[in-house]
């Protein structure tokens, strides 16, 4: 006897189109490259407890125990990816969260309403 073919099933659903744009990818790249180092996650912490209160590279430099060149150089990490914003006052740079930032970064994190329902 000839064995009946199984019919053909479809293993999955056709994925839908991406919901990030390529542009939107990168952006979220940049972010979280800033974020894949633990001192610049220090960093982001003491930024957060600060509740949207300047702090001073100086108070980095202690907390860190790094010197004022490496404390500097990851805090430019933060701003070129937009997650700090820097106001110099006198001869010091205080740093702050972007409040914009993270909107924006839980926006693009956002899962699309019709994915769920799928």
Do not use: W
Request: glycine share 2%; aromatic share 6%; net charge neutral.
């Amino acid at each position: 006897s000839v064995p009946t073919p199984l019919p053909l099933i479809q293993c999955c659903a056709p994925l839908s189109d991406p919901a990030l744009t390529e542009d939107e990818a990168k952006e979220l790249e940049a972010v979280f490259k800033a974020l894949a180092d633990r001192h610049r996650v220090k960093i982001l912490n003491r930024l957060l407890a600060a509740q949207g209160e300047a702090v001073c590279v100086c108070d980095f430099e202690a907390m860190l125990d790094l010197k004022q060149p490496t404390v500097s150089y990851h805090l430019k990490q933060l701003l070129n990816a937009g997650i700090v914003t820097r106001e110099k006052r006198g001869s010091f740079a205080y740093f702050s969260l972007d409040p914009a930032a993270f909107a924006r970064i839980r926006d693009l994190l956002a899962v699309p309403v019709h994915a769920i329902a799928a």
